[in-house]
């Protein structure tokens, strides 16, 4: 915009500059005369078959060293026009003033606003570049440069926690494979027919009652010494001063089997 201005500016100094004559240039005079009148040409265009000779005022076309058309403005409308420019140039200029003061009033805000600060460095990065678009004459480069440092590390950061994550998924996954796996070959093995199986009974099958086994223990003379045995395996109890063991389940047989010692020998 103020590049802008110094042109307009520029443009207007030239055309005042420019020496007007009173008698402009008409069709048909030579191309000496238009340069006594109107001075040496600011530049030119050539055409082949004739030349556009250009001024701050306008243009004048010569064929064969001779005017064919002449687009030349008045002194009166030149000032016009410079008016016209002047007042453009300035209505540009406070316009540029008015969006440079919102700018920097937007950004004071900003720095100061709590829920504006607590935002992702990501989304306040987002807003300061989106800002440069709108208030290019508002210096904020200093906030941008550490917010996008501090977002591209929080990006890595996050890169990395997602690959972790996605590493076990793909673990739970493989897991998960695994157990299908297992499972599909118990369901194999609870379906396949054992030996056994044509073999079995559709009656109730009976096994004989083993009967107890009474073994009758130190018997006689309680006074009598006797030599130390090993405690004998099963159930005792005494009746009438006699020890009775019944044995275990895996000592009884079918049979009964009574042992009766009386402590004597030869008895």
Same mark, same amino acid.
């Given at each position: 915009?103020?590049?802008?201005?110094?042109?307009?500016?520029?443009?207007?100094?030239?055309?005042?500059?420019?020496?007007?004559?009173?008698?402009?240039?008409?069709?048909?005079?030579?191309?000496?005369?238009?340069?006594?009148?109107?001075?040496?040409?600011?530049?030119?265009?050539?055409?082949?078959?004739?030349?556009?000779?250009?001024?701050?005022?306008?243009?004048?076309?010569?064929?064969?060293?001779?005017?064919?058309?002449?687009?030349?403005?008045?002194?009166?409308?030149?000032?016009?026009?410079?008016?016209?420019?002047?007042?453009?140039?300035?209505?540009?200029?406070?316009?540029?003033?008015?969006?440079?003061?919102?700018?920097?009033? %937007?950004?004071?805000?900003?720095?100061?606003?709590?829920?504006? %600060?607590?935002?992702?460095?990501?989304?306040? %990065?987002?807003?300061?570049?989106?800002?440069?678009?709108?208030?290019?004459?508002?210096?904020?480069?200093?906030?941008?440069?550490?917010?996008?440092?501090?977002?591209?590390?929080?990006?890595?950061? %996050?890169?990395?926690?997602?690959?972790?994550?996605?590493?076990?998924?793909?673990?739970?996954?493989?897991?998960?494979?695994?157990?299908?796996?297992?499972?599909?070959?118990?369901?194999?093995?609870?379906?396949?027919?054992?030996?056994?199986?044509?073999?079995?009974?559709?009656?109730?099958?009976?096994?004989?009652?083993?009967?107890?086994?009474?073994?009758?223990?130190?018997?006689?003379?309680?006074?009598?010494?006797?030599?130390?045995?090993?405690?004998?395996?099963?159930?005792?109890?005494?009746?009438?001063?006699?020890?009775?063991?019944?044995?275990?389940?895996?000592?009884?047989?079918?049979?009964?089997?009574?042992?009766?010692?009386?402590?004597?020998?030869?008895?």
């Amino acid at each position: 915009m103020k590049a802008r201005s110094a042109i307009s500016c520029l443009a207007l100094s030239l055309c005042l500059s420019t020496p007007l004559f009173a008698d402009n240039v008409e069709v048909g005079d030579s191309f000496a005369v238009m340069v006594e009148k109107l001075g040496q040409p600011q530049g030119s265009v050539d055409l082949n078959d004739k030349v556009i000779y250009l001024y701050a005022e306008g243009s004048v076309t010569v064929a064969d060293e001779r005017v064919l058309t002449v687009n030349i403005r008045t002194a009166d409308e030149m000032a016009r026009e410079a008016e016209v420019r002047q007042e453009q140039a300035e209505q540009a200029k406070a316009h540029q003033e008015r969006i440079q003061n919102k700018g920097e009033t %937007l950004k004071a805000n900003k720095l100061t606003d709590p829920e504006f %600060l607590a935002k992702s460095s990501g989304e306040q %990065l987002a807003f300061w570049r989106n800002f440069t678009h709108h208030f290019p004459d508002v210096d904020v480069s200093a906030i941008i440069a550490p917010l996008a440092e501090r977002y591209a590390k929080e990006q890595a950061e %996050l890169a990395s926690v997602e690959n972790i994550i996605q590493a076990q998924q793909d673990r739970i996954t493989q897991l998960e494979q695994q157990l299908q796996r297992a499972q599909a070959q118990i369901q194999e093995l609870e379906n396949r027919p054992t030996y056994y199986a044509n073999y079995g009974t559709s009656y109730p099958a009976y096994y004989p009652y083993p009967q107890s086994k009474v073994i009758i223990v130190n018997t006689g003379d309680k006074h009598k010494p006797h030599k130390p045995h090993s405690k004998p395996q099963g159930n005792s109890f005494k009746v009438g001063g006699v020890t009775i063991t019944t044995p275990t389940v895996q000592q009884q047989s079918s049979t009964s089997n009574v042992q009766i010692n009386s402590g004597q020998s030869g008895q």
